[in-house]
């Protein structure tokens, strides 16, 4: 009987921490390309200052550059927007920038936030 017990235990506790597992991934799905496009990005803002010696006024200028088209061509659907339909939000401030998505829960300054800002 006793070894029932901890069988039944034991089980419960493999069924939970995969639970757990499996939860965690699920959240993480849509990340991995959101991060990748907020890379991509970021990678056209640093190649605009180089030539330009500053950051554009806004993401949508670097959509209309011919050069930049290399950094967009991998992207699904509108490549400013994230997983969630949210459009990624570019802030300039002097010479730095803020680039980020909201994430799922489409609300600024959580934890499921996706940032990059300027070095």
């Known amino acids: 009987m006793k070894w029932i017990y901890i069988l039944t235990v034991v089980s419960i506790l ?11 991934l699920s959240k993480g799905y849509h990340r991995d390309p959101d991060i990748a496009k907020l890379e991509r990005i970021a990678f056209a803002l640093h190649e605009y200052k180089a030539h330009s010696n500053c950051y554009p006024p806004s993401l949508e ?21 994230d997983s969630w339909g949210n459009r990624f939000i570019y802030e300039l401030k002097g010479s730095n920038y803020t680039l980020l998505s909201p994430g799922p829960d489409r609300i600024r300054g959580t934890g499921d936030d996706i940032q990059r800002k300027s070095e």
């Open 14 to 24: 493999v069924i939970g921490i995969m639970s757990l597992r499996i939860f965690s």
């Open 61 to 81: 200028v670097l959509l209309s550059l011919p050069d930049a088209k290399p950094f967009f061509t991998h992207s699904n659907g509108d490549p400013l927007q």
